[in-house]
């Protein structure tokens, strides 16, 4: 088992930026791709990024790629996601999740979630 909280969210203004941490305990983090994925009042989740165990393979989302960034800490055990430029449609729930397979890109193929942390951006 992995546990994942969530810590950063909160109300930004349109344009304004917030980071994301994301921090793990139980097995071995560094074992486990990682992913950020948001899911919208009414809306699918999307996954708009993720991280291979090593930090070297990354995924972004179309919605978000040139806004985001997504990072690692392995000796921290904490994933970070870094957002700038927000837009309204950025408003969501953000979910860390993790993956023992160490899968990077858009599918939903995560073993473990976090409980999300609520971004709002405001127009």
């Known amino acids: 088992q992995v546990q994942l909280v969530e810590s950063g969210g909160g109300l930004v203004q349109a344009g304004g930026s917030l980071r994301l941490s994301c921090a793990a305990s139980g097995r071995t983090f560094s074992n486990y791709g990682m992913g950020w994925i948001r899911q919208a009042p009414g809306k699918e989740r999307e996954v708009v990024a993720a991280i291979g165990k090593r930090g070297g393979r990354t995924y972004y989302a179309d919605s978000m790629k040139g806004r985001i960034t997504i990072s690692r800490d392995n000796a921290k055990n904490t994933v970070y996601l870094q957002m700038d430029s927000l837009k309204p449609e950025d408003t969501a729930i953000y979910y860390c999740?993790?993956?023992?397979?160490?899968?990077?890109?858009?599918?939903?193929?995560?073993?473990?979630w976090g409980q999300g942390t609520q971004v709002t951006v405001s127009s």
């Open positions: 999740a993790a993956d023992r397979y160490d899968y990077v890109g858009p599918d939903l193929l995560y073993d473990y």
